[in-house]
């Protein structure tokens, strides 16, 4: 069975550190992309990062450069996002995505949560 699962959100104070696992079974991550969206109440669903495990290459959002890394643990199977410097902006539903035409998984959500 396919499963994406995400963990590691929480509450944190602004300023603090988070880092969200998306763990993934039933298939290897390798030539796949993943990503890390994020929706907030009210708003729609964003990109904040993505890594290709094919090139290694990495997108960030610009609202997030410099502040969150994505990582990729192949032994594991898991990807990473480390989140520093979080702002109350950041506040959001984090899900975990991976993609390969014509396939798409998705996570069921982690919520992060940063109070100022």
């Known amino acids: 069975q396919v499963q994406l699962v995400e963990s590691g959100g929480g509450l944190v104070q602004s300023g603090g550190s988070l880092r969200l696992s998306c763990a993934a079974s039933?298939?290897?991550?390798?030539?796949?992309?993943i990503g890390w969206f994020r929706q907030a109440p009210g708003k729609e669903r964003e990109g904040v990062s993505c890594v290709s495990t094919i090139d290694g290459s990495t997108y960030y959002a610009d609202s997030v450069k410099g502040r969150f890394t994505i990582s990729v643990d192949n032994a594991e199977n898991t990807v990473y996002l480390q989140m520093n410097s979080l702002k109350p902006e950041d506040t959001a539903v984090y899900y975990c995505?991976?993609?390969?035409?014509?396939?798409?998984?998705w996570g069921q959500g982690t919520q992060v949560t940063v109070s100022s």
């Open positions: 995505n991976a993609y390969r035409s014509p396939l798409d998984y």
């Open positions: 039933g298939f290897r991550l390798n030539f796949w992309t």
